[in-house]
């Protein structure tokens, strides 16, 4: 089976994902083509200029290929014109309400009013997420399938071995963007009683390093799918206190697996820490529930198979 990935970007959110699924399937006997086409590295216009960009690419190119599978809406437009026997397209995240948050209201329109037309070029539609697969079906009566985003146990498993914790440590890790809510813990750092760390450049070991040697991570965010760190955590044993929004609230329970503050609350999140730095009892409970679902529901060994089949039971219809 002969499979070609589109993506804006190979790392981070959903293009990392994108290449963590490609070398799985890689690794187990699948021919994975990862398309590579440039943008302008300029933050409004470089997804456009990727669509532009990766059509041109696509039409200028001969090959021919079994399931060609793009990742988030920029790339629909390559994968319409590539020659495939099926197409498949990824959405982490209702991708609309996505750009209504952080672009203008222009541009949210624009978006809203092509987004049913172009989820329709696929023939199948794919999402990480329940609530995402809930929310497409309500909003425009599309049906995606679901498979959560799995984690590599076998490379935090290296990470566990090297750490010597640091005592009353709290620490965020991503993007220092709006939606992520840096921001936020920011403005409260002053009241939390732990030395807060920001991780926002380090590559992925040097991260998961600090968050092992972490007590909390705080995940803030206000616009978030399942956040890849989330599950980090849950694996690493370290406690998430997050805002409790869908994607979210979609593998947390609230006082089970973590800690979940209601959005745009600082003062309550400030609480939450602080109550927690100080409750191993609570830390041992949560991290526990938190490491036994991750297990249970987002490693290799669980999803690889939906993977295949996936890509099996499309070719076959």
Same mark, same amino acid.
């Given at each position: 089976m002969k499979i070609l990935f589109i993506a804006p970007k190979y790392s981070g959110g959903i293009g990392g994902h994108a290449k963590r699924v490609a070398d799985k399937l890689q690794e187990n006997g699948f021919d994975v083509e990862l398309m590579h086409a440039p943008h302008v590295p300029i933050k /409004?216009? =470089?997804n456009p200029t990727f669509a532009v960009s990766s059509v041109l690419k696509t039409i200028s190119g001969r090959k021919t290929y079994d399931i060609v599978h793009a990742?988030?809406?920029p790339s629909a437009f390559a994968m319409k014109y590539t020659k495939a026997k099926k197409k498949v397209l990824s959405i982490h995240g209702v991708y609309s309400e996505q750009i209504d948050a952080l672009h203008s209201k222009t541009t949210s329109t /624009?978006? =809203?009013n092509k987004e049913a037309n172009i989820l329709k070029w696929a023939d199948k539609l794919l999402t990480n997420s329940k609530n995402v697969k809930q929310a497409y079906k309500e909003k425009l009566n599309l049906d995606f399938d679901y498979i959560y985003g799995p984690?590599?146990?076998?490379k935090l498993k290296k990470i566990e071995g090297k750490i010597t914790k640091n005592e009353k440590q709290v620490v965020y890790i991503g993007r220092n963007s709006y939606e992520k809510g840096m921001d936020i813990l920011k403005k409260i750092e002053g009241k939390i009683n732990a030395k807060v760390v920001y991780c926002t450049n380090l590559d992925w070991e040097s991260a998961m390093q600090v968050l092992k040697l972490s007590d909390i991570v705080v995940v803030p965010s206000r616009i978030d799918n399942i956040p890849n760190v989330i599950k980090e955590a849950f694996f690493l044993k370290i406690p998430v206190v997050a805002t409790d929004i869908e994607g979210?609230?979609?593998i947390i329970t609230n006082d089970v697996?973590?800690?979940l503050v209601s959005n745009e609350e600082p003062e309550k999140l400030t609480n939450a820490i602080n109550q927690l730095l100080d409750n191993n009892e609570k830390i041992k409970e949560i991290?526990?529930?938190g490491y036994d679902f991750i297990i249970k529901n987002m490693t290799w060994d669980v999803l690889l198979p939906k993977y295949i089949e996936f890509y099996e039971k499309l070719i076959k219809q």
């Open positions: /409004k216009l =470089k990742f988030n809406l /624009k978006v =809203k984690i590599d146990i076998e979210i609230s979609e697996n973590g800690i991290t526990e529930n």
